[in-house]
């Protein structure tokens, strides 16, 4: 009996999310098209398997086919990034992050990340977090001017606040890290350094962002965003770390992992290490430094001036609507994107100043600097009809139905991977 016959609701759900997809132009920053295949391994018989404990020592029988896929997703891991050691268990990034507070620090430890308002994870150190509810947190920032990472600054309240941890990584920074100069900056006040390289795993597999694993002591990462594999998370370290991280994980914080993700992490980890995907993650940086250029054009004012990634910070208020009236508008429009904190912010975080884009998905639909700049003109068009105190609600929807048609028929040019036909 197929879905639709068994479960009508569900199967339409996942019906109109597909058509949802393909429909529309998916500028978030954290999201992707994976793979026919990776989603095959995704929807596999492994999921029927459980298995607490780690190859050669699990807790159930029949492990047989489970120790060899994690073994390969793990070896995978280590031949791309150059890793130590490798954990594939965490359910997803932020328990990956949990898991090296459990595995290196204590409740009330004193941590170091990047701020919320600065361009930092919620996980590193944020007081709405369990990282900020349980550690001692020194959150620091960009530099208000220049909207770049300001080392100086960083290394000097490093030195005063003596962290346990130092984090290095970010969520919306649309700048290169220098890994090299956090890890001597940690190291010479002592830190556990930590990278969190979730956004950018796919731009370091191909090598067109600097790798932190050579400088710094643990890496965690999604699976998913620029490394276009399944929801999921990983963990390398260096050989040191590895006993601790592993209790961490198993049985620290959870009970078995999740097969089928760790078989589907195997095939995009596989899909990474190709020619093709090297080409496809510069495409990415080009197409979001082309988005970049042509929304500057039209008077976005773009935190840090630009980008050297996969992703912009655009304070929407230099056109005079707020973040959260735009991104609603823009999805209206058929462009879906998230409102975002941008450095400087006074707005509260659910009505901020900008927007935060990323080209990871649209080049994945093999979009490039053409389109790039027909997405810069609809966001101008979207953006001038909301700002435009005299015109109307009905004006403005129909704004938004023209772009979201023309949308569409781009979206229809170039079907977007893994998506059945529409």
Request: glycine residues 10%.
């Amino acid at each position: 009996m197929s879905l639709r016959d068994a479960d009508p609701e569900v199967a339409d759900i996942l019906i109109a999310e597909n058509r949802r997809q393909h429909a529309k132009i998916r500028l978030i920053a954290s999201e992707n098209y994976v793979s026919q295949n990776v989603l095959e391994a995704t929807g596999s018989v492994l999921t029927n398997k459980y298995s607490e404990g780690y190859a050669g020592r699990r807790y159930y029988e029949g492990q047989q086919q489970i120790d060899r896929i994690e073994t390969l997703a793990i070896d995978r891991t280590k031949d791309l990034f150059g890793a130590e050691h490798v954990n594939v268990q965490p359910y997803s990034g932020s328990p990956a992050n949990q898991a090296v507070y459990v595995a290196l620090a204590r409740p009330g430890d004193r941590i170091m990340g990047m701020s919320l308002a600065g361009g930092g994870h919620l996980t590193h150190g944020a007081g709405v977090s369990i990282s900020g509810l349980h550690y001692d947190a020194v959150q620091y920032g960009v530099d208000a001017e220049s909207g770049y990472l300001d080392y100086e600054a960083i290394e000097k309240l490093a030195v005063e606040a003596r962290p346990k941890l130092l984090w290095c990584g970010t969520t919306a920074y649309p700048r290169t890290l220098d890994f090299e100069r956090f890890a001597a900056i940690g190291h010479k006040v002592g830190a556990i350094v930590v990278a969190d390289m979730a956004h950018i795993s796919g731009l370091v597999a191909a090598g067109v962002h600097p790798s932190p694993v050579p400088h710094v002591d643990i890496v965690t990462s999604t699976t998913h965003k620029t490394l276009r594999g399944p929801r999921g998370g990983m963990i390398m370290c260096r050989q040191q770390y590895a006993e601790a991280i592993d209790k961490a994980v198993f049985p620290g914080l959870q009970g078995g992992p999740h097969n089928h993700t760790t078989a589907a992490l195997a095939v995009a980890l596989k899909e990474a290490s190709t020619a093709e995907f090297k080409v496809y993650a510069q495409a990415i940086v080009d197409n979001a430094r082309v988005l970049g250029e042509a929304l500057a054009g039209y008077g976005f004012r773009l935190a840090s001036g630009g980008t050297d990634n996969h992703l912009l910070l655009v304070d929407s208020t230099s056109r005079g609507v707020v973040g959260h009236n735009m991104a609603r508008s823009l999805d209206a429009a058929g462009i879906v994107c998230n409102y975002n904190l941008v450095p400087g912010d006074t707005r509260p975080a659910m009505r901020p100043s900008g927007i935060r884009l990323g080209t990871a998905a649209v080049t994945s639909r093999g979009f490039g600097a053409p389109e790039m700049k027909q997405l810069a003109a609809w966001i101008d068009r979207v953006a001038s009809a909301r700002a435009d105190e005299d015109t109307d609600k009905d004006a403005r929807i129909r704004v938004n139905r023209d772009i979201a048609a023309e949308v569409r028929a781009l979206c229809d040019r170039y079907p977007a991977p893994g998506l059945a036909p529409v």
